[in-house]
């Protein structure tokens, strides 16, 4: 489901609920998606970074490439993350950019 490529990620913990992949950067993502996702894959090849706040403003947070974690919010769970703050972004994010 999440192609090589793309930045995936789920409305709800564990890669539940509805999905959707990306090709960053994505200034807004959209009402459906605005502070809803909760999982989170990079495939693009490069790090990402996830931002609370649409155009890339908010706190950001980076995931490097291959990073995935089942859930945002907690910091027992994240792998490869870079920089930035975890564990108080479950149902924030808004825009994703490359970092
Ligand atoms: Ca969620």
Known sequence: MCKPGWFCMWED????GNAI????NVANVGSYW??????FWNRTGKTVCV?????YR??????????????????TTQHDF??????????????????
């Open 21 to 24: 992949g990306f090709i960053p």
């Open 13 to 16: 913990n564990n890669y539940n």
């Open 82 to 99: 870079m920089g930035g703050q975890f564990g108080n972004m479950n149902d924030t994010v808004s825009s994703i950019s490359n970092c």
């Open 34 to 39: 605005n502070d809803r996702a909760t999982s």
């Open 51 to 55: 931002w609370t706040d649409t155009w």
């Open 58 to 75: 908010g706190q950001g947070f980076g995931l490097g490439a291959g990073a995935w974690t089942w859930n945002i919010g907690s910091n």
